[in-house]
């Protein structure tokens, strides 16, 4: 075979590469419709099914409740109207009850409440967050030692993932994995500043008491791919944080979804990094790949932590919907049927730097076909 017909098929099998990486990576499903969007944002964003005013309104409705400190009746109540809640939406719904009692303390009955979605698959997922909200506003300047309506530090997480229930199952038969709807207890009730939320409690008893018994919720031959948690997702200024524990990869992967969709602003290429006791804290411990989403809540422009503030003026319908709607298109690149992506694989190649090879392909078979011509001369 001469050098130029080698030439020619270098050239022929670049651009195919190109096409390639163009056609596979840079659109989506739309399970529904079965539709392809190119690579532009603002279409591809607009093709997902999350609704953010629905998060918004199961929001406003958990703070209908009042404060949902573990102990009172609003707890209470509010536990049943998740639970029914999410039973629409799943195959499958289970309670976890546990009990809390520190030292010379009462003892509180609390509920983790798991909905399980697509239970003939053997990978999980699980989408978490908290539920309870704050018993104390410690950093707030006045009535410290009343508990805060927790809008985005609590509610905004369980109104995305309800929101997120109904979406996924509307596609279910396309999703190759399980899902786990999972809204823990018992979170935010530690100490900040020297003030407990609820005497002697460590952050994150629910998840605790959940990842030490998780083994009675699973098969035996299931295994759990990833653990993604929610918190304050909600609140004006959205910005995501790279937490210490969460998995690169998984971190990478979510993170790129994101600013294809065009939330940059909410996906920094260089994000704030930050170490957080939080409830994904116990799911790495047992081994599972976790991601925190969650923002800077010390040093950001959200600044109603832990005050009575952290109410319904200060969430944003926006950042809602930037939340759902990059984890809806995490499972529509990741967990769709017969798609064979993965995040998890340190191996594979990004679009990017398959055009990256791609275009030094393509330059280097020209050279080498400017070279050979100039030496037929």
């Known amino acids: 075979m001469r050098i ?16 390639l990486s163009f056609s596979t990576e840079y659109t989506t499903h739309s399970k529904n419709s079965q539709l392809e969007y190119p690579l532009f944002s603002s279409a591809l964003a ?57 030292e010379e303390q009462p003892s509180y009955d609390c509920q983790n409440i798991l909905g399980k979605l697509n239970t003939e698959k053997n990978n999980i997922i699980i989408l978490a967050s908290h539920w ?23 509610a905004s997480g369980v109104g995305v993932l309800l929101e997120l229930s109904r979406v996924l199952n509307l596609y279910k038969d396309f999703l190759d994995c399980e899902v ?34 998780i083994e009675d919720f699973k098969n035996d031959n299931e295994d759990v791919d990833c653990f993604i948690l929610l918190d304050m997702v909600g609140g004006t200024y959205l910005e995501f944080i790279k937490e210490s524990r969460s998995d690169t990869n998984l971190h990478e992967a979510i993170f790129e979804i994101g600013k294809d969709l065009g939330y940059s602003s909410a996906f920094p290429d260089n994000p704030t990094k930050m170490s957080i006791v ?9 081994g599972i790949p976790v991601i925190d989403l969650i ?17 319904l003026d200060n969430i944003d319908i926006a950042s809602l919907n930037i939340t759902g709607r990059t984890i809806e298109e995490f499972f529509n690149q990741y967990y769709t049927v017969g798609d064979g992506k993965t995040w998890n694989d340190g191996d ?16 280097g078979v020209f050279v080498l076909n400017f070279v050979l011509r100039k030496r037929k001369r």
Do not use: M
Request: proline residues 2%; aromatic residues 12%; glycine residues 6%.
């Open 180 to 213: 786990w709807f999972l809204f823990l207890d018992a979170e935010d009730q530690g100490s900040s500043r020297g003030i407990y939320g609820l005497e002697g409690w460590d952050w994150a008893e629910g998840a605790k008491a959940f990842s030490e018994d």
């Open 348 to 363: 594979d190649l990004s679009t990017l730097n398959i055009i990256i090879i791609s275009a030094t392909v393509v330059i």
């Open 278 to 286: 939080d409830d994904h804290v116990y799911f790495d411990v047992i």
């Open 295 to 311: 923002i800077d809540f010390i040093n950001g422009d959200w600044i109603f932590h832990h005050t009575h503030e952290d109410n």
């Open 46 to 102: 607009n093709s997902l099914q999350f609704n953010a005013s629905n998060a918004y309104a199961h929001i406003s409705s958990q703070l209908d409740f009042g404060f949902r400190v573990p102990g009172t009746a609003n707890h209470s109540a509010c536990a049943d109207w998740i639970a029914n809640q999410i039973y629409l939406s799943v195959d499958e719904l289970l309670l976890h009850n546990f009990t809390i009692q520190k």
């Open 132 to 154: 309870d909200s704050r018993n104390v506003a410690e950093k707030d300047t006045e009535d410290q030692n009343l508990p805060i309506p927790g809008a985005n530090d609590g």
């Open 4 to 19: 130029s017909s080698v030439v020619k098929y270098l050239q022929v099998f670049t651009v195919v590469i190109l096409i």
